[in-house]
């Protein structure tokens, strides 16, 4: 009776090992010789216009809103929720690059911060800000 012979195949990963090591060995003598590189921004001239001044809504967290016209050296004025759209819309009209920013307590549900901010974009107010106090 004749045996019939099993070929086996088998992948020798041993050459394969050998370059990743040297490869590493590579990257590990190079790496404190490379500089992190610097990155060169843009310089700004000055303008000639000053920006304008903002048309702040404060959002307290008691859920009272409050609009102040910065451009104008306005006092602070409570306006209802639902009439802060049309309120907005009718200071936006004399000035209407004026950008509004809005200020919430740091308590205030970020959900109000949101509801507000599509207030503003239904009034096609389009330059839309957050204000926030830089950390000390």
């Known amino acids: 009776m004749a045996r019939t012979r099993k070929q086996v195949a088998q992948i020798n990963v041993v ?22 590189s610097q990155v060169e921004l843009p310089s700004v001239g000055k303008t000639s216009q000053t920006p304008a001044q903002p048309l702040e809504v404060i959002i307290k967290e008691s859920g009272e809103y409050l609009l102040r016209n910065r451009a104008t050296k306005g006092e602070e004025q409570v306006v209802a929720k639902q009439d802060l759209a049309a309120a907005i819309a009718e200071l936006h009209r004399a000035l209407p690059d004026q950008p509004v920013v809005i200020a919430a307590d740091k308590n205030v549900r970020y959900e109000e911060v949101m509801d507000t901010m599509t207030l503003l974009q239904h009034a096609r107010i389009t330059r839309i800000g957050l204000l926030a106090r830089p950390a000390p």
């Open 15 to 36: 050459p394969m090992i050998d370059v990743m090591l040297v490869l590493l060995v590579i990257f590990m003598v190079t790496a404190p010789f490379i500089n992190p």
